[in-house]
């Protein structure tokens, strides 16, 4: 018997990364997030009603997105001209990402990015 949960949703997800102070500069001062839980052992940054909580990993780890776990985040855009000024902004900031492409499974534009440890993030069409 399934047990069913009763959810308004995601509250957060918890990433690791290989360092706290330049993953932060990059998602806050790079990409723009506003970081709202900031201290010594983690930093959080809102995507719509989804907290993104970043720790420090274990010495000596590193993302590999062909194991099991997290592959990529996926962000909801919901207009072509803000996805354009996303790869725009990317690109100037010389942010490594794939341009816009569109995602053959659902046809829907997108753009991938990755972060400083090479976990990948997708600005993706509603």
């Not at 201290?39 to 909580?53: C, E, H, K, R, T």
């Amino acid at each position: 018997m399934a047990i069913n949960p009763k959810t308004p949703g995601v509250h957060h997800i918890n990433l690791r990364c290989s360092n706290l102070d330049d993953t932060k500069s990059f998602y806050r001062d790079t990409i723009g997030f506003p970081i709202v839980i900031d201290n010594d052992q983690l930093f959080a940054f809102p995507v719509g009603s989804v907290f993104i909580v970043f720790k420090k990993a274990d010495e000596n780890t590193r993302f590999n997105p062909f194991t099991i776990g997290t592959d990529h985040i996926a962000i909801a855009c919901e207009t072509e001209e803000e996805l354009d000024r996303f790869a725009k902004g990317l690109n100037d900031a010389n942010v490594e990402s794939t341009g816009v492409k569109t995602d053959p499974a659902l046809q829907k534009k997108y753009i991938a990015f990755k972060d400083p440890d090479r976990i990948q993030w997708e600005f993706y069409m509603v």
